[in-house]
């Protein structure tokens, strides 16, 4: 089998084609369908939808009825039938039969009317797939609880509107809207050249969405043409209204065979985004982000009401986690204390004084990190007092026997894990010293890869804003919060404020657990996180296409085609591909605009990938026990979310060991 083959991995290339049709002549127009047919069957793809009454032309009008354009239709069914027999697709088209339009589909030499299969189809060697032929514009109308089977995965709408303004664009909304809501694919083929202009014009294109998501677009000029997209039908599985194949799928009793051979090439039409949750308009882009912020900042101003407005205790290190949970407390402090008072009598300053932080070094700790926290609780305006754990943490160390106890270089798990733990549990009792509770700053991408210290660690507090944010969105998203803080005068020294962060967003992310040391050849060894556990940017990709169903050769797939240097990378909704970190670019004067979210792609090497996807499945599979007992935290986007609360259902015992094997075969 080949690895670079779509069809492989459970995907299926699907197809919308127009041409210019010739109203009242079915033969000349099924000679062009055949056409069209063929190139998409060249095209390796499986399905080709055509538009509505593109057999006889919609504005055939009366002349429709006539029995040499009726029977002409008939005829033209079984000439398209005979031709593409051995084409391997299912071929969808609109004919007028009986006076009544509808979706014909042909395949393997058949005729099946829509009236026939009211269910649609479905593949008997491609599970997943079962189309859904639609005619019309009012797709929301059509498909009643009657009419979609829950098994459905992908809507074949044959359209043929009058092109008036804002027609195709309500169409394509609508399309897209849908494949969202239901979790399917839509293929729309819309309208067709050639048609009477006796009351209006015609215009043609192509539209294909799924799962909410834009995959092709296209506006035919001329005498039409082919819009193709490729659809990944394991993560349209992943929504609830399908829960996968079934027996009869898996062992070959479906309507239609797909013809496709698995031992050729057939790569992906487009390589994937490499952040699919970025939107392409850096406006749209802007506006996420300050209403991810605005979630967060919610869902806390919530807690704080629940627990009486306590005060909030922080730890600092002066990384990305950190910074962003203090700015969303900053924001809902500002919410609560816009609640309690009269809007006129709001002071910024007061309700910053029962947010109190702390900054605790560690044997690692850096000068610049620790100048980075004291700096930015200072821009800010809140108290940040400074507790040094490393007199506790070599008494305890020394109580253990552990060999640093005694000054000794071993820098073990032990090692670091007394430091995460004593950071937590002093952070514990201040909050019960000082009236208040533990702002959790884990985010999504560490408890999809267990990195944190459980139990008395990093891994707990009283509530969590950042469980729901990629590391990889997080520092755009914290531009973002400064810029929503300083516009509504809630720090205390903006200038200050962009200074410290932008020093931040530049530093290498690490947990600074462990003292920078000479190996045992004498090359200095200094800790970083992406050293350890791999891009975050990767690790991100693989979690969200997981999540949505896709299985690991696929994921190693998707991953191949976005970050591979030779297969192009991510241009699907924005060619970003940025990661976080001062190797990666972001300089302070730059730190607070999204422009350089089109900035170059970043690229790795096959087996660097794939090395990284086995340690991301084998973290993820073993660190369950870790996300069963998550704090409580809002969701931010819709299907990124590891909270067995929020519906993310995982046992945590499972063995990775079948999953890396799938992984191993990725790597011939």
């Not at 990190?369 to 940040?384: D, P």
């Not at 560490?446 to 969105?473: Q, R």
């Not at 200074?499 to 040391?517: D, G, K, N």
């Not at 794939?610 to 299907?639: C, M, N």
Request: a negative charge; one cysteine or more; glycine letters at 10%.
């Amino acid at each position: 089998m080949e690895f670079n083959n779509l069809y492989a991995h459970g995907m299926v290339r699907v197809a919308a084609a127009t041409f210019e049709v010739i109203p009242g002549n079915p033969r000349e127009n099924a000679t062009r369908i055949v056409e069209l047919a063929r190139e998409a069957a060249a095209a390796h793809a499986a399905v080709v939808v055509f538009p509505q009454d593109c057999l006889t032309g919609t504005t055939v009008g009366d002349w429709g009825r006539n029995t040499s354009v009726a029977n002409g239709a008939v005829s033209a069914l079984d000439y398209i039938a005979g031709q593409t027999a051995d084409f391997g697709l299912v071929t969808i088209l609109g004919a007028r039969l009986s006076g009544v339009s509808r979706a014909i589909s042909i395949f393997d030499g058949s005729v099946v009317d829509d009236v026939d299969a009211p269910w649609g189809l479905r593949a008997d060697n491609l599970p997943g797939l079962r189309i859904l032929p639609v005619v019309g514009e009012r797709i929301s109308q059509v498909l009643t609880g009657e009419v979609l089977e829950p098994s459905t995965t992908l809507i074949a709408q044959l359209v043929a509107p009058t092109h008036t303004v804002g027609a195709t664009r309500r169409l394509h909304r609508a399309a897209r809207e849908l494949s969202r809501d239901l979790r399917l694919a839509v293929v729309q083929s819309i309208g067709s050249h050639g048609e009477s202009s006796t009351d209006g014009s015609h215009t043609a294109g192509g539209f294909i969405a799924a799962d909410g998501m834009i995959l092709a677009a296209e506006e035919h000029l001329g005498a039409g043409g082919l819009t193709l997209a490729d659809v990944a039908l394991p993560e349209l599985a992943g929504g609830s209204r399908y829960t996968g194949p079934d027996y009869g799928e898996m062992t070959g009793y479906g309507d239609f065979e797909v013809n496709f051979d698995l031992t050729t090439e057939v790569p992906l039409l487009e390589p994937p985004a490499q952040r699919p949750l970025v939107p392409a308009s850096p406006r749209r882009y802007r506006a996420d982000l300050q209403e991810a912020f605005e979630i967060q900042s919610a869902a806390l101003a919530r807690r704080l009401q629940a627990v009486e407005d306590g005060n909030i205790i922080l730890g600092l290190s002066g990384g990305l986690d950190s910074t962003l949970a203090l700015l969303v407390a900053v924001s809902a402090k500002a919410q609560r204390g816009r609640a309690l008072v009269e809007t006129a009598a709001f002071d910024p300053t007061t309700s910053r004084e029962s947010i109190l932080t702390f900054t605790m070094p560690g044997f690692a700790t850096t000068d610049h990190t620790r100048g980075n926290a004291e700096g930015l609780a200072r821009a800010i305006g809140v108290g940040c007092e400074l507790i040094d754990i490393r007199p506790t943490a070599t008494e305890m160390l020394k109580t253990m026997g552990h060999p640093a106890g005694n000054g000794e270089p071993v820098y073990d798990i032990t090692f670091e894990n007394v430091q995460a733990g004593l950071r937590a549990d002093y952070l514990f009792r201040l909050a019960n010293q000082r009236g208040g509770f533990v702002l959790g700053t884990g985010d999504l991408s560490e408890a999809a890869l267990g990195w944190s210290t459980y139990g008395v660690g990093d891994h707990m507090s009283h509530y969590g804003v950042n469980g729901g944010v990629p590391k990889s969105m997080m520092p755009d998203l914290i531009r973002v919060a400064v810029e929503e803080l300083v516009e509504r005068d809630l720090v205390a020294d903006s200038s200050a404020l962009r200074e410290v962060v932008a020093s931040i967003l530049a530093t290498e992310v690490t947990p600074e657990l462990i003292p920078a040391h000479a190996d045992a050849t004498g090359e200095v060894q200094r800790q970083t996180t992406e050293g350890t556990i791999g891009p975050y940017l990767l690790h991100d990709f693989f979690l969200y296409h997981t999540l949505r169903g896709a299985g690991p050769d696929l994921v190693a797939f998707l991953a191949l085609g976005a970050f591979t240097r030779g297969a192009g990378a991510g241009t699907d909704s924005t060619n970003a591909s940025r990661d976080v970190g001062v190797e990666n670019g972001f300089e302070p004067s730059q730190s607070f605009s999204l422009d350089s979210l089109f900035a170059e792609p970043r690229y790795f090497e096959r087996a660097e990938i794939l090395h990284w996807l086995e340690v991301f499945y084998r973290r993820f599979l073993t660190q369950q026990f870790k996300r069963s007992a998550s704090v409580d935290g809002p969701v931010i986007w819709e299907g990124m979310s590891l909270s067995p609360r929020a519906g993310f259902r995982f046992p945590s015992d499972l063995s990775p060991a079948a999953v890396l094997a799938q992984i191993e075969n990725s790597r011939f």
